[in-house]
């Protein structure tokens, strides 16, 4: 009997995962946000397949639910599916406020790199443009002389940041810790709202609000 080759690249698993639950998954065409905690369902559903490893499944489900095409689903009010399609849950206003945020930062980041890759593609204009732009300085510099003195007497009052009061954060205890329970993970300064899915020894795997599932240990979760 042929041993069944596994399946590495994420690309590949995301077609599997599409060809095994249509009614969750999809390539082309509209994209429906998923359950909270549905890795934990696929890996159930999955466990008898040596073709396709926890990590690797957990590494597809990361790519699908963090990219531009999913993420723009995320909207108050939209309904979540489990594995057979069926709706199970509805996005509210954090989750999609979350969503937005993390599309609009990775957007902008894309953006910024892809405007610096242009900039750096460009043809060097030599001596001639750079004997054309240093007749025109003077003019400009004298504008930037007389706005300069025009507002130089102008101060603007310093402005008051308001001082928002967090609420402390309560350590967990360990023997309530398992699969299914919402949390609360601290990722730099912002807790986010968690639920667990999956337990391996110190590490500790959960699922954001906006479907991300991210590694963290003990230490990061909180009641």
Not at 39 to 47: G, I, M, R, V, Y
Not at 55 to 60: E, V, Y
Not at 67 to 77: F, P, Q
Not at 125 to 148: H, L
Request: proline fraction near 4%; aromatic fraction near 6%.
């Amino acid at each position: 009997m042929e041993t069944e080759i596994k399946r590495t690249s994420t690309k590949d698993i995301i077609a599997y995962l599409t060809e095994k639950f249509p009614e969750c998954f999809s390539i082309k065409g509209p994209v429906k946000p998923l359950k909270i905690g549905i890795f934990q369902d696929l890996a159930e559903k999955l466990s008898d397949d040596e073709t396709v490893s926890k990590t690797r499944l957990r590494q597809a489900l990361r790519h699908y639910t963090s990219s531009w095409r999913y993420l723009k689903v995320i909207k108050a009010g939209a309904s979540r599916v489990d594995i057979d399609g069926k709706d199970v849950a509805v996005i509210d206003e954090e989750q999609a406020a979350y969503a937005s945020k993390t599309l609009k930062e990775s957007q902008e980041k894309f953006g910024n790199k892809k405007a610096t890759d242009s900039e750096a593609k460009k043809p060097y204009k030599g001596k001639a443009n750079a004997t054309a732009d240093s007749a025109k300085a003077p003019s400009k510099s004298v504008d930037k002389k007389r706005d300069s003195a025009k507002f130089k007497t102008v101060k603007s009052a310093p402005k008051k940041v308001a001082n928002k009061e967090v609420a402390p954060l309560k350590p967990v205890a360990t023997d309530t810790i398992k699969v299914g329970s919402s949390v609360r993970v601290q990722l730099g300064n912002s807790p986010m709202n968690a639920t667990i899915t999956e337990i391996s020894g110190k590490d500790i795997s959960v699922q954001l609000d906006s479907g991300m599932i991210i590694k963290t240990q003990l230490k990061n979760i909180y009641a």
